[in-house]
Every structure is written in structure tokens, then in C-alpha cells.
């Protein structure tokens, strides 16, 4: 189980950095959208923080469904 927290929290931070590193890159190449490519890298930020955050409950919810289950 702790393996599994520990590959998700690896993912996160990795698509965390992908999304900045990807905002780097764009304001290097066209200076003048900075600011509506900072509003997307935000969103990027946002929704790759939620999938990590939504994939543990998901699994803690599944594994406590099933296995209520399969006492009764």
C-alpha cells in the first residue's frame, strides 16, 4: 500500500514538473503570452494536483467497499 502512495506522489511531482517546465519553454519562445501561459500552467498545476489527490481516496474508498462486502 505504501509502495503505491509513494509511485503516486512520483507521478504527481513529475507531471508537476513537466506542466513548469513546459511553461519555461513557452515563455522562452514567445515573451508576449507569459501571462495567458501562466493562467494555463495554473490549470495544468491544478488538475494534475487533483488526479493525485482523487486517485488515493479512490483506492482507500474501493478497498474499504469490497471489503465491507465480503464480511457480510
Known amino acids: 500500500m505504501l509502495e503505491g502512495v ?21 515563455m522562452a519562445r514567445n515573451p508576449s503570452l507569459a501571462k495567458q501561459s501562466f493562467g494555463y500552467a495554473i490549470l495544468g498545476f491544478a488538475l494534475t494536483e487533483a488526479i493525485a489527490l482523487f486517485a488515493p481516496m479512490m483506492a482507500f474508498l474501493i478497498s474499504f467497499v469490497f471489503q465491507s462486502h465480503k464480511k457480510s
Do not use: M, Q
Open 6 to 26: 509513494k509511485s503516486i506522489g512520483a507521478g504527481a511531482a513529475a507531471g508537476i514538473g513537466n506542466v513548469l517546465s513546459s511553461l519555461i519553454h513557452s
